[in-house]
């Protein structure tokens, strides 16, 4: 495997159900990050953990849950979400958060319906 | 505050047609510029990106100049093709962290064969 990859593709799930969407990395980053992409909206960063410490948090409900044991790995816990929480998590990571030219290269995405 | 505005999508064009894509941009400070590209059902995708005033980026026959004085980063190819139909984001980081890109709200390109 290469690059960034995410599990699963394609996710279906009820209000009360709880989920993990997971992010791998296979690029030696240390900063990784989550999107949500939501149709007609401009993309919206939610968190970066940055040497999987969190350095980011943009007003993001309690009921996405971000965890990053590793600086390959990160997930993203879900639990009670409603149906404007559907959309496409995208996941990307960079060599480092700082200086602020380094590129970020993004996972294929997970699509998330909530019913 | 930072932010980017790009033309509004969709933009359909014959293959070999000549693309424009406007992007603008306000920034604080000296920001890095980028262009992104996502085709059908992938994640974004670096096409390239310009670090200073003038910088030109190219990648794929794309290119966008890093123009200061009129705030802008168009995005530029001269002869399109089918395969090139994907949303474009314009993106800037501006140089105080890393970790907030900006991304502009992307414009979908279709080609026509």
């Known amino acids: 495997e290469t690059g960034v990859t995410q599990t699963p593709r394609h996710l279906v799930m009820g209000m009360t159900n709880k989920k993990s969407l997971k992010c791998e990395q296979h690029?030696?980053?240390?900063?990784m990050y989550w999107y949500k992409q939501s149709a007609k909206k401009p993309l919206e960063l939610m968190f970066v953990?940055?040497?999987?410490?969190?350095?980011e948090n943009n007003s993001v409900p309690s009921r996405f849950s971000p965890e990053c044991p590793n600086s390959s790995h990160l997930f993203l816990h879900l639990h009670t979400l409603q149906p404007e929480d559907s959309a496409l998590y995208l996941c990307?990571?960079?060599?480092?958060?700082?200086?602020?030219?380094?590129?970020?290269?993004f996972g294929p995405g997970t699509r998330l319906t909530v019913l | 505050g930072n932010s980017v505005t790009q033309m509004e999508g969709p933009v359909t064009l014959s293959e070999e047609a000549f693309l424009t894509i406007n992007c603008t941009y306000t920034?604080?400070?000296?920001?890095?510029l980028f262009w992104y590209v996502q085709y059908p059902g992938e994640g974004l995708q670096l096409l390239l990106k310009?670090?200073?005033?003038?910088d030109k980026g190219s990648n794929k026959g794309f290119e966008a100049t890093y123009r200061k004085e009129t705030t802008s980063f168009h995005l530029e190819k001269g002869s399109v093709q089918v395969s090139d139909s994907a949303v474009y984001f314009c993106?800037?980081?501006?140089?105080?962290?890393?970790?907030?890109?900006?991304f502009g709200s992307g414009t979908r390109l279709s080609i026509r064969p």
């Open positions: 310009a670090t200073k005033a003038d």
């Open positions: 953990y940055n040497f999987k410490e969190q350095t």
């Open positions: 990307a990571s960079s060599h480092q958060a700082e200086p602020s030219y380094n590129e970020q290269f």
């Open positions: 993106a800037l980081n501006p140089s105080s962290s890393a970790s907030k890109i900006i």
């Open positions: 690029l030696g980053h240390n900063a």
């Open positions: 920034a604080t400070g000296y920001p890095s």
